[in-house]
């Protein structure tokens, strides 16, 4: 009996193999752009938008920035752009600014920064190739002096992500503090922007350097379709400087004002949507304060590492504000509320024993004191408010990034089983410079803004696959 | 045939597909006739395989005899996530649900005594590499044979019982998935034993009349018990990041429990002419134990183990009570040869949201076809072939997050199952 189950049960493989062709299928979805046509996608924005990561724009970064992952599923509904331009840097030079790695120091995974500038001066100890220049940009005023990047030299991008870009930097008529002197400079510097940032510099024609400001440059696009994500760095600037500004320095190092706030965004926006006859979608401003650059170095972690070396150590003392309506600063007790910055990680290793007493408290740019906090909480609100405002004036979708944040912040994100959150390094969405988001993490955003798209316009453009993106890479 | 000789032989052949014709990871595949009739069998006295569908209505079985049977299921399994990345198939693999029966007592004796091994839940799925779902599930292979001594006895001409002790005489299960681990994916299977743990089967059989049956069964639950499985980690980082990453991993041991739930069947048997006999059953499978799937792990030096950090780990699975309806008929068109068709319809036992990848189930539509053909007065040979269509099933990740399921993948699952299958009987 058995050896007659023997010889069937090659018969009954055959008989599998016969059957093995009988796939059931399941029909593809229809995908669809709606009433919205992304022939010519322009994406507007800072360095959110042009995909900087790592505290760096590169080039791998560039290619899994939202606006490169969105241009990749308009094109699948049969309406999208036949080529998006990313303003690449060359091969030899693919890591452009550099970028913070993960590195074994002291027997420990540590974020290892790169210093800024060309070689050798630059961080070739990373081995990374950079693309600074030996030239730096004109000196202040209406200059920052910063290393100079390679320029760009291809056609003009669809990318036009400016890292460090705010809104109040971007339009030379936006300033209206009631400042005559502060508009005047915050004006100028605006309109010479070329010669501040040299992210923006580099993908201006030379002409254009240090003359023309970024709506005017935005203005040369003739988008079908734009996504714009303004207005971060006008409270960002100021919160990752731990509130501290220095204006007379740096006119975009406060907290953007709601007026020049407004009149900055609606010329933006009133650009690139031709008037609000182009088709897009306007995504407002995340809270910053729960960011890994906000939330990984605590006041309680510092307490309890100080308190390891010397358990006499009780407090840690701060540099923080004394009222809301004066800058005034002085040294207090920290408390958990208080928000260290992530930078204040290396200055304390470089400052060993600062903010265990009151007499060295640890310094208010590396404080974001509760005062600070409502301040920029507040803003955040109003100037989302604006946004909100300006895209329905203009017909615009709008992507609720804070609310999306805020979410993420409390729930995490899980994408086909698996988990991901906002904690710092291993949560995979942020980058290692706490504030930028990974592939995976512009992955996620760039599946927000479909999910919008979807809705404002009746499309139906794919989603993508966050996990074939990476989260923040661990050395092997 | 000693028990130990039949359970080498099941080791051997016995694995099953979970598409194999019932809800869950259910396997609705008794013997070879009831196959080609739907799957019916409660409320008849067809052969020995009354063991497994009815205890009851072995006392009624007229001849002595000894069966065997083999199915190759093919399930067919398709995917498309809710992301746009093309359609996934299975890799293909034929899995062969395997049954053997020996049923004898003295003639014209009241009672019948009998030896049944069989596969009632069993489940083999793999995916093809680096799909979107690789981080729920990769590959999952499980077993459970069970062996089941039988007693029947007819009370009067018209009414007999029957039970039998159940033993969960092996049982297994592998499990492997992917780790979306910093440094790349790495890999995790969990490969264990069941313990034997003990249950019964037991049915009433009444036939009023030579033109009809009427048949009740239960066949208890048994929790497939697992308590020192083997966990085997690849890809775990060497190197700088190991410090890191490789404390989260530490277990090498797992425990868990599977519950291989109770079904109670009814069934009625009509025989219209000397040559045709219907059937008609109903089955309630009880799948709402199935509430989570639980891991607890550990460690063989220290006690103390992880798995993502996690001591345990708990998958909602919140399964509901499934039933299925089956209807067969047999023609005898020879002294000789038989034929059969019958169809069912088996709602399943996964709720909206909970679809898991190494259970991808839907409700089904069964068809089937069989014959039987006596080759000599004793020897006859059986074959069935039976298809199944599950309904196709569409999660999305909203679906998943709302639910707190996201422990497995948002897309949309179909899957056709193909099941030949062939016996051989002999009776004495």
Redesign the interface.
């Known amino acids: 009996m058995k050896l007659y189950i023997k010889r069937s049960a090659p018969v009954l493989g055959l008989l599998g193999l016969g059957l093995a062709g009988c796939q059931p299928d399941i029909d593809a979805p229809n995908m669809s752009p709606g009433s919205a046509d992304f022939s010519s996608y322009v994406a507007v924005g800072n360095s959110l938008t042009s995909g900087y990561s790592d505290g760096g724009l590169y080039n791998e970064a560039q290619a899994t920035s939202y606006p490169a992952i969105l241009a990749q599923q308009f094109a699948k509904t049969g309406k999208g752009p036949a080529a998006f331009v990313q303003p690449s840097f060359s091969a030899a030079r693919k890591d452009g600014s550099g970028f913070v790695k993960l590195l074994v120091v002291n027997g420990a995974l540590t974020p290892v920064a790169p210093s800024p500038g060309p070689p050798p001066g630059g961080n070739n100890f990373l081995g990374e190739q950079v693309a600074y220049t030996n030239n730096t940009l004109p000196a202040p005023p209406l200059g920052s002096g910063q290393p100079e990047l390679e320029a760009y030299t291809g056609g003009q991008p669809d990318n036009l992500g400016v890292p460090g870009i705010s809104v109040l930097s971007a339009d030379r008529t936006a300033a209206s503090t009631g400042s005559a002197a502060l508009d005047a400079a915050t004006r100028a510097t605006a309109g010479a922007y070329g010669n501040v940032n040299p992210f923006f510099q580099r993908i201006l024609p030379a002409a254009d350097r240090g003359t023309k400001d970024y709506v005017t440059y935005i203005g040369q696009k003739n988008a079908t379709f734009y996504t714009c994500w303004m207005g971060n760095n006008d409270v960002l600037t100021y919160a990752t400087g731990g509130g501290v500004s220095n204006l007379a320095a740096n006119p975009f190092s406060g907290l953007t004002d709601s007026t020049s706030f407004g009149r900055g965004y609606r010329n933006i926006v009133n650009t690139i949507s031709k008037g609000g006859t182009v088709k897009g979608v306007c995504a407002n401003i995340p809270n910053v304060a729960n960011i890994p650059y906000f939330t990984t170095v605590t006041v309680g972690a510092v307490l309890a590492a100080y308190k390891a070396a010397n358990p006499a150590i009780a407090n840690i003392y701060v540099t923080a504000r004394t009222s809301a309506t004066t800058t005034a600063t002085a040294a207090r007790v920290a408390t958990a509320t208080d928000l260290l910055t992530l930078t204040a990680q290396s200055y304390i290793a470089a400052n060993p024993g600062v903010g265990a007493s009151p007499l060295a408290p640890i310094p208010s740019q590396y404080v974001l004191d509760p005062i600070e906090q409502t301040e920029v909480l507040n803003r955040t609100t109003q100037l989302n408010n604006i946004i909100a405002k300006t895209a329905r004036q203009y017909k615009a979708g709008l992507a609720d990034m804070n609310s999306f944040f805020n979410d993420i912040v409390a729930r995490g994100v899980v994408t086909n089983a698996v988990s991901n959150s906002a904690t710092f390094a291993s949560g995979n969405l942020f980058s290692l410079d706490g504030v930028h988001p990974t592939p995976r993490g512009y992955a996620v955003v760039a599946n927000e803004f479909i999910r919008v798209i979807n809705v404002t316009y009746g499309a139906s453009v794919p989603t993508v696959n966050p996990n074939d993106y990476r989260g923040v890479l661990f050395p092997l | 045939m000693t028990v130990k000789t039949l359970l080498l ?1 099941g080791g051997a ?1 016995l694995a099953s597909a979970s598409a194999a014709s019932a809800s869950g990871f259910q396997v609705n595949l008794g013997g070879q006739k009831n196959i080609g009739m739907g799957g019916v069998g409660v409320g008849l006295s067809l052969d020995q395989a009354a063991m497994f569908y009815n205890p009851g209505a072995l006392a009624m079985v007229r001849d002595n005899g ?1 069966q ?1 049977g ?1 199915n ?1 299921a ?1 399930a ?1 399994i ?10 996934r ?1 299975l890799q ?1 693999s ?1 899995v ?1 649900p395997f049954n053997f029966y020996a049923g004898f007592g003295p003639k014209d004796a009241k009672y019948k005594f009998g030896v049944a091994v069989y596969t009632p839940y069993g489940n083999k799925v793999k995916y093809a590499d680096g799909w ?2 690789r ?2 599930l990769t590959e999952i292979d499980l077993k459970a044979v069970y062996v089941q001594p039988t007693f029947s006895y007819a009370i009067t001409p018209q009414l007999s019982v029957g039970a039998g002790l159940m033993i969960l005489a092996y049982g297994s299960v592998n499990l492997q998935k992917d780790l ?5 994916a790495g890999h995790i299977e969990l490969d264990g034993k069941a313990k034997t743990q003990f249950g019964y089967n037991a049915g009433v059989f009444f036939k009023p009349s030579d033109k009809l049956g009427v048949g009740v069964s239960y066949r208890s639950q048994i929790d497939a018990k697992v308590e020192n499985g083997k966990i085997t980690y690849t890809g775990l ?5 190991a ?3 490789n404390p989260s991993f530490t277990a090498n041991q797992f425990a868990a429990t599977l519950p291989l739930p109770a079904v109670a069947s009814i069934g009625i048997g009509i025989n219209p002419t000397d040559k045709l006999t219907l059937g008609v059953d109903a089955a309630l499978t009880f799948w709402s134990k199935y509430r989570t799937l639980d891991f607890a792990f550990s460690s063989d030096n220290g006690g103390t183990g992880v798995v993502g950090g996690k001591p345990t780990s708990t998958s909602v699975r919140n399964y509901q009570d499934a039933l299925a309806f089956r209807v067969g008929g047999q023609y005898m068109v020879s002294d000789k040869l038989a034929v059969r068709a019958g169809a069912s319809y088996d709602f399943s036992a996964v709720r909206d949201g909970y679809v898991t990848p190494e259970t991808p189930d839907a409700d089904r539509a069964i068809g089937t076809l069989g014959l039987s053909y006596q080759v000599t007065e004793k020897l006859g040979v059986d074959a069935s072939f039976l298809f199944e ?1 599950l309904v ?1 099933r569409t999660q999305t ?1 909203q679906d ?2 709302n639910l707190g399921t ?5 897309g ?1 699952f ?3 199952a ?1 099941i ?1 299958g ?1 016996g ?1 009987h ?1 009776k004495f």
């Open positions: 032989a052949l000894v065997v083999v190759a093919l067919r398709s995917f498309r996530s809710e992301n746009d990345g093309g359609q198939t293909n034929v062969t979107e779902g981080y729920a979306p681990l910093p440094t790349g980082p060497t190197g700088a990041s410090g890191v990453v269509a196709k990740q998943l997050q996201t422990d497995r993948v948002a949309t179909r899957t056709n193909y030949p062939i051989l002999y």
